[in-house]
Antibody, heavy 124, light 106 residues
Framework: QVQLQESGPGLVKPSQTLSLTCTVSGDSVTSATHYWSWIRQPAGKGLEWIGRLHVYTSERTEYNPSLKSRVSISADTSNNKFSLTVTSVTAADTAVYYC??????????????WGKGTTVTVSS | SFELTQPPSVSVSPGQTASIACSGDKLGSKYISWYRQKPGQSPVLVIYEDNTRPSGIPERFSGSNSGNTATLTISGTQTLDEADYFCQAWDRTTAVFGGGTKLTVL
């Protein structure tokens, strides 16, 4: 059974850097058939895709154009984890952050396993 | 930029059929996924590739996609189906979510 678990600080000060980690169990982050993704959701609002990482293809990354200048996703293959970094955070970055596994499909990819989410608040 | 539009809310009586629409430019040329999110929980995939159910998702969930509109259909809706539902498609290498539809079963 594949499980994903987010971890990281729940409170970040404005202008600082937010760093979160997703620990994967039951699968390998080096899988050829999966990307690893981050999604966020402000309280009471919809889902916003942040980006994804394909470790197998030389850690190929793809990001939401609206966030691309401030975000980075990377992997720690030794510990089967992947991470998200968001720089220069503001209150608008306050949200529940989810990590998810993205199944590479012959037609179109889909997010088939999600973590439980971790709440991040940006405040001084 | 590519956008997906969903109605904010849909209501249905128990046992009836619920239909949740998702619209976008030439959406029928893309594949749609649908996610269910209950309060305080993370999203769960209920439909992918327009009309394929993952294992563990009841047969009453189905999907279609044509023209500019994709539809999630829940037949014989149960009270436990009450949740927020999000559609999602890929715009080249970017995942785009609809704003979500709150399904009320009453």
């Amino acid at each position: 059974q594949v499980q994903l678990q987010e971890s990281g600080p729940g409170l970040v000060k404005p202008s600082q850097t937010l760093s979160l980690t997703c620990t994967v169990s039951g699968d390998s982050v080096t899988s050829a058939t999966h990307y690893w993704s981050w999604i966020r959701q402000p309280a009471g609002k919809g889902l916003e895709w942040i980006g994804r990482l394909h470790v197998y293809t030389s850690e190929r990354t793809e990001y939401n154009p609206s966030l691309k200048s401030r975000v980075s996703i990377s992997a720690d293959t030794s510990n089967n984890k992947f991470s998200l970094t968001v720089t220069s955070v503001t209150a608008a970055d306050t949200a529940v952050y989810y990590c998810a596994r993205v199944r590479v499909s012959g037609t179109e990819d889909y997010m088939d396993v999600w973590g439980k989410g971790t709440t991040v608040t940006v405040s001084s | 930029s590519f956008e997906l539009t969903q109605p904010p809310s849909v209501s249905v009586s128990p046992g009836q059929t619920a239909s949740i629409a998702c619209s976008g430019d030439k959406l029928g040329s893309k594949y749609i996924s649908w996610y269910r999110q209950k309060p305080g929980q993370s999203p769960v995939l209920v439909i992918y590739e327009d009309n394929t159910r993952p294992s563990g998702i009841p047969e009453r969930f189905s999907g279609s996609n044509s023209g500019n509109t994709a539809t999630l259909t829940i037949s014989g809706t149960q009270t436990l189906d009450e949740a927020d539902y999000f559609c999602q498609a890929w715009d080249r290498t970017t995942a785009v979510f609809g704003g979500g539809t709150k399904l009320t079963v009453l």
